[in-house]
């Protein structure tokens, strides 16, 4: 060690302009416990290359932090990250800088590099909220459970009114499954932040998913006092209809539709809490009065025309969606229900005319023309999907659709792509991810079953008509990614383009 030092400082003094000399020597500091020394002789060799009329380039230095990474000289990254990063950039341009920075050096894969960035960003801006969730999204892809907690405890304290940040926080103690560590952050949340309605709604979820039933509606209860709003209120009625308690449910539902008359959610649950106990009338009357309320809401002309068709009123729910679509032009969704009464109805001509209608009107719909590849007949199936993939180059009910045609066709390999391609381009739609799955039970081997569902568990999809049916119903509750998959897929047709 101590020749070493001798050798590099001969080094240093017959080439003062070579800058690896001293890098190395900062090197060897670490390597032998002298962390005291490294940041010191990092700063001495700008300094002296500076005064040597050498260019300090910072690129060239960086990718020096990076090299001494490769070699495990942690501190000597770190020491020349804090070092150089500011040479040669405009106050003013450091926040972009530094941040293209981090994000290059994180898609090489230079873990410490990109830390040492974030860690020297966050000594400069402490009060950048969207720094703080960088960097937390970095440590939870490269660090570990403690380096997370310690960044996210930081971060709640330079930004203590940042409510994604507490979030974060608590999601993750509560992932860890340190259930009371998460129920400590978000009363320091609430203290923070008095009103937030982020906290709150996640203080509920936290109890409701650990069953704590009785401490979800306590908070619930505070929440419509000091902080109410329309989805606090959705969220009270979601709780009790969950716990079979109706009369609770549709008294919350009542009174909130009174304070929030223009959130048409509550409306819709109220419509349908009186239809799954049979009383058509008091439904029909809820619905009635809420698309006057909310006059622009498609989701609620749906449930309204949905309520007239289960009882077969098919007249009455072709004039509600005619009117819907005079207040809501080019709808894809009020045109495909109009679409799907005549079908019931059994008026095919008309079908085919509503059909020319919609996709004149909503020429780039995918819903539409995946319904329209469905109910044509299978040899003008083809000729539709060319048409539908003109108008709709990224569409993933179109994507299905034609997936479906290969899949008929037994050619497996493109109706494979086109499956991930719909997923991809979308991965929040559940039906997707059901008939992918459905796919591949039927013709992949285990490890690609087993791909799907692991891919479909982190995308947490939450759309799609036939996985809302599943994961909306209120036996349902509380179901994760993968039983609701499990639910929509034992529920496909055979016939793969089979209508509802």
Known sequence: YKNARKVLNRARKAIPTEPTIWITASKLEEAHGNIQNVETIINKAVTSLAAHQVVIDRDYWLQEAEKAEKSNSKITCQAIVRTTISIGIDPQDYKNTWLNDAELYQSRGSVETTRAIYAHMLTHYPGKRKIWEKAAQFERQHGDTNSLDALLKKAVHYCPNAEVLWLMWAKEKWVSGDVEGAREILKQAFAANTDAEEVWVAAVKLEVETKEFTRARKLLAKARERASTERIWMKSAVLERRLGNTEVCQKLLEDGTLRYPSFDKMWMMLGQLHSSKKDVDTARKVYKQAVKKCPKSTALWLCYANLEIDTKQYSRARSLLETARMRISKDPELWLAAI????????????????AKALQECSTAGILWAHAIATDPPPARKSRSYDALKRCSDDPHVFVAVAKLFWLDGKQRKARNWFNRAITVNPNLGDAWAWFYRFEKDHGR???????????????????????????DVKNAGLKAEAILEKVEAALPRDLFAVD
Request: glycine share 2%.
């Open 340 to 355: 799907q009464v005549e079908e019931k109805a059994r008026n095919k001509t008309v079908v085919k005319q509503l059909t």
């Open 446 to 472: 285990k490890s690609k079953i087993a791909r799907v569902l692991k891919k479909c568990i982190e995308a947490e999809p939450t759309h799609g008509k036939r996985w809302c049916a599943v994961s909306k």
